[in-house]
T-cell receptor, first 112, second 114 residues
Framework: NAGVTQTPKFRILKIGQSMTLQCTQD?????MYWYRQDPGMGLKLIYY???????DKGEVPNGYNVSRSTTEDFPLRLELAAPSQTSVYFC???????????FGPGTRLTVL | KNQVEQSPQSLIILEGKNCTLQ??????????LRWYKQDTGRGPVSLTI?????NTKSNGRYTATLDADTKQSSLHITASQLSDSASYIC?????????????FGEGTQLTVNP
């Protein structure tokens, strides 16, 4: 199993551009999550999903959108990139609500 | 406010030495507490997960303790190795009606020198 995979690994955007961060898991997990990690800070939850077709906001959802059309995929969309969205983004999945979460390798995004 | 505070912020030790990292939390209602290891440039990897009724849990050279009364946890690393150099993150899970709401600490950056 590949676990949780994320693409791209690195990306530089200009202010106002849009992009989609991809996340795929092959463990058949129901729950999936998107976090951002700013330097020296704890991870913050952006959005999460409890199953295909169901998504909900986390702590810091502004400026982002998600969709969950399949169990495997949970893409994160940035519509109008801003410098404040410069961060490392992690996708994670877990089989049930309170189980261990498995993290992807992260996407480092810089908005200039 | 639901918070997780870790100390120290950073720690440097010599290879072969032991160390203890601390985690205090105010998250309520409590579901479980996890310790993750995050190598530079990588995603966090789970070391241990403890529920309310568990006081100690070991994973090789890593031993986590939990005192749910005082809302404190520690992670003890025995006979440190160079590969232990990483950020160690304490994560507390809160009981919610849906989803799994985790509160992450800022991590302790451990450096093990030869």
């Amino acid at each position: 199993n590949a676990g949780v995979t994320q693409t791209p690994k690195f990306r530089i955007l200009k202010i106002g551009q849009s992009m989609t961060l991809q996340c795929t898991q092959d463990m058949n997990h129901n729950y999936m999550y998107w976090y951002r990690q700013d330097p020296g800070m704890g991870l913050k939850l952006i959005y999460y999903s409890v199953g295909a077709g169901i998504t909900d906001k986390g702590e810091v959802p502004n400026g982002y959108n998600v969709s969950r059309s399949t169990t495997e995929d949970f893409p994160l969309r940035l519509e109008l990139a801003a410098p404040s969205q410069t961060s490392v983004y992690f996708c994670a999945s877990s089989p049930e609500r309170y189980n261990e979460q498995f993290f992807g390798p992260g996407t480092r995004l810089t908005v200039l | 406010k639901n918070q997780v505070e870790q100390s120290p912020q950073s720690l440097i030790i010599l290879e072969g030495k032991n160390c203890t990292l601390q985690c205090n939390y105010t998250v309520s209602p409590f579901s479980n507490l996890r310790w993750y290891k995050q190598d530079t440039g990588r995603g966090p990897v789970s070391l241990t997960i403890m529920t309310f009724s568990e006081n100690t849990k070991s994973n090789g050279r890593y031993t986590a303790t939990l005192d749910a009364d005082t809302k404190q946890s520690s992670l003890h690393i025995t006979a440190s190795q160079l590969s232990d150099s990483a950020s160690y993150i304490c994560v507390v899970s809160r009981v919610e009606t849906s989803g799994s709401r985790l509160t992450f600490g800022e991590g302790t950056q451990l450096t093990v020198n030869p």
